[in-house]
């Protein structure tokens, strides 16, 4: 691992390079970070990303694309597993990802649709999402599995960064009555590997993309 070149090819909003920088973070990779426009990709992009999305984790110059590989690839070629040992938890671990990845497309609808009624069913369907976790799947505990962080709070870390950004504008109660998941949230959001996972100006930047939506969410706040 150690003398091998990682270059991530990245868009500063992403929340699936937001994973990938989390384990990059939390296992101390060094990396060098290439931002691309996505409305205006270089032609070198199409190249190395079959589905033409970020992020591509070059290895040597050789394209990993899919943040889920790349984050499982940098798991296991360096020290240590962010995955449960036990195979039975470790399969449970991917299926919640999965369901994150649902959570995640869901609140991009949120603040991109321009369609009021598909914004309330968004809305319902969310809160019944954010339901599930909290009732059937935490157990109240800091990280996902216990006190140490793995890579499924990599994955979730990002769509709770996007929560907190709307929050400011609109409560839309997510997280009213619900402590197992407001401990998470908390936990990930205060957590050096996940704040590494953005630049510093994130918020200012998701602000004014967000401020930019020609949606039900961003007419509702200027
Ligand atoms: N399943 C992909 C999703 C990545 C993704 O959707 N990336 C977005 C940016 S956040 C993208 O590159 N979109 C460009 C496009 O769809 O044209 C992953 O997990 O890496």
């Not at 369901?99 to 809305?123: A, M």
Request: hydrophobic share 40%; glycine share 4%; net charge negative.
């Amino acid at each position: 691992m150690a003398d091998k070149k990682f270059e991530l090819i990245s868009f500063a909003l992403c929340p699936y390079v937001q994973r990938a920088r989390a384990i990059l973070a939390e296992k101390k990779i060094e990396h060098d970070i290439k931002y691309i426009d996505l409305d205006s990709p270089p032609d070198w992009f199409f190249d190395v990303s079959p589905l033409e999305k970020v992020p591509v984790l070059l290895v040597d110059g050789e394209p990993l694309f899919e943040s889920m590989a790349i984050c499982e690839y940098l798991d296991e070629v360096t020290d240590g597993s962010l995955y449960p040992d036990d195979p039975f938890k470790k399969a449970q671990n991917r299926a919640w990802i999965e369901f994150g990845n649902t959570i995640l497309d869901l609140t991009y609808q949120l603040f991109t649709t321009d369609d009021e009624r598909k914004f309330k069913q968004t809305t319902a369907i969310l809160d019944e999402k954010f339901d599930i976790l909290e009732e059937d799947c935490l157990k109240g505990t800091p990280f996902f599995n216990g006190d140490k962080f793995s890579i499924i709070d990599a994955v979730y870390a990002p769509l709770f960064r996007f929560h907190k950004a709307l929050a400011a504008y609109h409560d839309s109660g997510f997280f009213t009555d619900r402590p197992n998941l407001c401990l998470w949230r908390d936990t990930l959001l205060d957590y050096d590997a996940v704040n590494k996972s953005v630049n510093p100006d994130y918020d200012d930047e998701f602000d004014a993309y967000l401020k930019g939506q020609d949606s039900v969410f961003s007419s509702r706040i200027s």
